[in-house]
């Protein structure tokens, strides 16, 4: 395949095609996907979520510079549900890092939320996966606005670094819990501000509360216990003044250092390989119900459920059970 | 079935123990939802969502009690991550209703986000399908919190309303527009606050731009389009006192009323039809994996996919196939 060869050279408009082949689900980019997937696993994901208007844009900026600046190759990924541009929306990429555009060391791409077979979730995840396969070391997954892409960011990502702002007040901890769950730094921004200082206090006592220490969200269900225990950090940034920047940088690094030591890095290679070939497997067999079933015959079932005649459940252990048979006789 | 029997008959503790018996997504509960589904798809099901901190608990309190005062029954469903109870967090519902908690013509239920086996998505829709078919005429769906609640109680309700709060500045433009796709009916609460006027304007300017009226977020790809148009209204209420409640009750109606004109009410009972069936059939899927091919074999798969041997989306075809191949030799 010519043209993931001149990705894997480093030509970055080759890169940028397979991205959007991956994007739109073709088979060009399943194909693709394939051939890379085994170089892939390399790279350190960090996903950057949180509250809107909490300055998440300006921090990865920053963040990108400084990793930059100790001379790492990183690309940024911007999962934007506001950008009606599928496949890279390049003004609003160039617009958001004006500062980095020409350095060769960062590639930057935005992802609109719609417009993707699989959902936001696995369309990043195949994006990630290429652009880890292709040799970034770092990647900044940052999700913009609210919403399922923040929460899906943790199934992407190896670190979760959740950013607010201060001001949240008294609602903040029935508000944040959900979220905290899933992070593993916790970065307060615009730090300047008279109100972060309470802010910081409400969150320390949000994560008292919430979780114990050393875990990875949702999905450090079971299957894994650390070795060793991580105390989520809550950092104080004002990334309009560059503050508390590098010290992100650091805490970052340093996560990537605990999930090693600990193992937690192979745990979650694992659980995120589930993920993968779960969603895989419904979308495969929703392709082979269309093919092998008919579309007509799987609206049938949808009028015989919306009318009440059956329920979703006995309709779909129905479909699949005709799916079973057919593939048996023709197979 | 005897407990659904006494639930059909308005007894609320057989009512509450399917209701667990569905979230926990048991045999039981699996039976109880094929008897009572012919009976549902009469309720009207507004979700309410929106930024944490708007006060959306307090707005849904009030809006219950005006419901009352109109002699209408209804239940209300808080999806509530903070909650570490499933199947009903009795002592916060009493919390949050004090004043509705004695009323015999309200049920209040909370549902935990997480100790769902087919997800909260999925327990939610179970839930009010249980309380539609035993005769609730209206369910309110509120989501507590961030993340994908949110954006899936659109998945369930006929009528979203987006609840805000004043004063999210000039960030409400990059901020809101994922919600804002979904949403029916925009609330500005603590309007009595000096910044409501703003807030509203940016409001009205994000709904101008980014969606034409009369939609219903992403469900209404292509299936339908309305024959008469919504314009999606701004309110305003300051929930603590009362005001600007009543017009709210007024326009879910009035949406309502809508919905069934433009005939957008059978189109969203088919899209929603369609979305439980696809869910079912993963669910079916990942059981029938389990029985026939077998957790070791799964995670022999996983492993591979770890060790980067083989990518996601051929194992999922290779363990696809596998079980349809034992299914043929067993059938």
Redesign the interface.
Known sequence: VNVVQAALDGDRRALARLLSWAEDGSDAG?EA??TL?????QAHIVGITG???AGKSTLVNRLAAEFRQRDQTLAVVAVD??SPYSGGALLGDRLRMRNLVTDEGVFIRSMA??GHPGGIAHATRDVVTILDAVGFPLILVET?????A???VARVAHTVVLVEAPG??D?I???????MEIADIIVVNKADRPEARQTVRALQSVRRSTQPAGHHG?QATASTAPTTDWEVPILQTAALDNQGVPELADTIVAHRRYLEESHRW?AL??EH??A???????????T??ETHIGEDR?QA???T??R??????????I??QEM??T??RN?
């Open positions: 399943r996907l394939a997937f085994p170089r892939s696993g509250s809107t208007g549900p506001t939320s719609r913009v606005g609210a919403g399922q923040q929460v899906e949240m007040g609602d901890q029935a508000l944040k819990a959900g979220l949702a192979e290679h694992r390989a589930r993968e070939i779960e969603n895989w497997l419904q979308r495969h067999l929703l082979r119900l799987i079932w949808v009028d459920v919306q009440r005649e059956c329920d979703p459940a006995s309709a779909a252990e479909l699949l079973l048979n593939q048996q197979g």
